[in-house]
C-alpha cells in the first residue's frame, strides 16, 4: 500500500510518519515543494510539484506516481481536493460534499 499526502506540512507532518511506521511509502504532493519540511525530505518516496487546488491535476500526478492506495490531507485547505480526487480515482474517500465544508469559514458574531 502506497500513500499519498497533499500538503504535508504543519500537522499534516502526522501523516506521513504515522504511514511510515505501517511500513507505506509515502509520496508528498505539494503546490509549492519548498515548503516541506527537510525531514520529510528525506523520508519520502517522491516529491510531486503539483497544482493541489485541482483534482484533476491531483488524479493525473497520482496516476502517473501509480500503485496509490491512499490518499490524504495533510492540510486543512486540500480536505476538499483529496476528497474530489479520491472519488475520481476510486479510492476511499469523505464525501466531497462533507469535505466542501470542511473549508467554509463561519462567520463569527461581532464582539460589539
Given at each position: 500500500m502506497a500513500t499519498v499526502v497533499v500538503e504535508p506540512v504543519s500537522s499534516g507532518t502526522a501523516p506521513v510518519a504515522a504511514a511510515q511506521r505501517l511500513g507505506h511509502p509515502?509520496?508528498?504532493?505539494?503546490?509549492?515543494?519548498?515548503?516541506?519540511?527537510p525531514t520529510h525530505l528525506r523520508t519520502v518516496a517522491s516529491l510531486?510539484?503539483?497544482?493541489?487546488?485541482?483534482?484533476?491535476?491531483?488524479?493525473?500526478?497520482?496516476?502517473?506516481?501509480?500503485?496509490?492506495?491512499?490518499?490524504?490531507?495533510?492540510?486543512?485547505?486540500?480536505?476538499?481536493?483529496?476528497?474530489?480526487?479520491?472519488?475520481?480515482?476510486?479510492?476511499?474517500?469523505?464525501?466531497?460534499?462533507a469535505a466542501a465544508l470542511t473549508t467554509r469559514q463561519i462567520p463569527l458574531p461581532s464582539a460589539t
Open positions: 509515502v509520496h508528498a504532493f505539494c503546490a509549492d515543494t519548498r515548503i516541506v519540511p510531486t510539484s503539483v497544482d493541489t487546488g485541482s483534482a484533476d491535476d491531483v488524479a493525473a500526478a497520482v496516476r502517473t506516481v501509480g500503485g496509490i492506495d491512499a490518499l490524504v490531507a495533510g492540510f486543512e485547505y486540500a480536505v476538499d481536493i483529496v476528497a474530489q480526487t479520491a472519488a475520481q480515482l476510486g479510492l476511499p474517500h469523505l464525501a466531497p460534499e
